[in-house]
């Protein structure tokens, strides 16, 4: 009887124990996104500061990711300005996920500041900076491509979704790249095994086409990235996000403090409010991380060329590996309230 008493007790404390153990632990980021199931892995390719549809498509990713959604894996940087190092740096600590990885485009296009990097910098508030970088280019932050490598080689295959938004030089100089120490793969076999699908804001798909931005000022690695991707591309051309326009009411009303956030700083710095600006970049976000058809449906499968000029030209093909989106003229007011949700984090 009084072993069994003495068992009964060793028990309980044992619970107790365990109990008290688990209140202690801080419940974290991983943690929190280990509870979904099947979370996004992405790497994130941008030219933030040559457009504000960045740094929304920026906020929309840390937002998925925080609420488990995603795991941003890292983020590429394909402006060659080193501001831009310094201002995602601080965003992403300003959002409360410091360290992220970093890659950056050394020669690449756009060296210049533009209408917010350096102003949001240098933005004090109650005499304190609302950007606060911890990395610098000084700081040996790695070359575009070479990063790529090296996150892609350490994700299970065909896990990674890359959503490139700007130019597209890293993701030319990666699938060019050749066998290095990260891989034995050449960077067309790597990305084969590695990435799912490359979800592309670029080409120009509707009436009167012309040569889209992102992919005139670097034409040769548009042209390499849609002639030489081994696996499927998305592509958001230029009148998906001409046609939803993110409301400036959301900058002026959505975030508390507006004054002291980064994005609302950015935004006021980058146009003459009151301003609704294009949703180019935020729609590519979507359709990585929302891939089915409630907000977009897709054109058949097909082949994307760029012509000498930069126009984006499609023929539908089976075996083709391209598609590009289309939007229903009637759900236009769904797609913009889901992306102001998902920058609001709402």
């Given at each position: ?17 365990c ?6 632990e801080?419940?974290t980021?991983?943690?929190?996104k ?12 941008t ?8 740094v ?7 937002n998925?990711?925080k ?5 941003l ?17 601080g ?11 970093l890659?950056?485009?050394y ?8 209408n917010y990097?350096?102003?949001?910098l ?6 304190e ?11 040996s ?7 790529l ?5 350490s994700?299970?295959?065909?896990s990674?979704?890359?959503v ?21 793969l050449?960077?067309v076999?790597?990305v084969?095994k590695?990435?799912k699908?490359i ?6 798909f509707?009436s ?23 696996v ?16 400036h ?5 959505d975030?508390s ?7 609302c ?25 929302e891939?089915?058809e ?13 012509d000498?000029?930069g126009?984006s ?18 759900n236009t007011?769904?797609v913009?309230s ?8 709402k």
């Open positions: 009887m009084k072993k069994t008493l003495l068992a009964f007790i060793s028990i309980c404390i044992l619970l107790i124990s109990s008290n153990s688990k209140k202690a801080p419940v980021l991983s943690a929190t280990q509870s979904n199931e099947n979370p996004v892995c992405i790497i994130f390719d030219d933030l500061g040559n457009d504000i549809d960045d929304l498509a920026l906020q929309m990713l840390l998925y990711h609420q488990g959604k995603i795991n894996l890292g983020i590429s940087i394909s402006k060659a300005n080193p501001l831009t190092i310094e201002y995602i740096d965003f992403c600590n300003y959002n409360g996920l410091p360290n992220m990885p890659g950056y485009v020669k690449g296009a756009m060296p210049e500041d533009g990097l350096r102003q949001t240098e933005t004090v508030v109650d005499g900076k609302i950007l606060k970088p911890q990395r610098y280019v000084s700081d932050i790695p070359e575009g491509y070479k990063f490598r090296r996150m892609l080689v994700q299970p295959d065909q990674v979704v890359l490139v938004v700007g130019q597209e030089t890293n993701i030319s100089r990666l699938l060019k790249s050749k066998a290095d120490e990260y891989s034995d050449n960077g076999d790597l084969r590695k990435v699908f979800s592309i804001m670029g080409g120009h509707g009167n086409a012309f040569p889209e931005w992102n992919i005139k000022t670097d034409l040769e690695s548009a042209q390499l990235v849609f002639s030489l991707c081994p499927p591309v998305i592509a958001s051309g230029y009148e998906i996000g001409d046609a939803l326009l993110y409301p009411t959301s900058i002026q009303n975030f403090n507006p004054e002291k956030n980064p994005l700083v950015s935004y006021y710095n980058w146009g003459h409010m009151p301003y609704d600006r294009q949703t180019w970049d935020l729609t590519s976000v979507l359709v990585a991380v891939p089915g409630e907000y977009f449906s897709y054109s058949p499968y097909g082949t994307i060329t760029i000498s000029e126009n030209v499609f023929v539908e093909n089976d075996k083709g590996k391209h598609r590009y989106l289309i939007l229903g003229s009637s007011e769904d913009v889901k992306l102001v949700r998902v920058v609001t984090g």
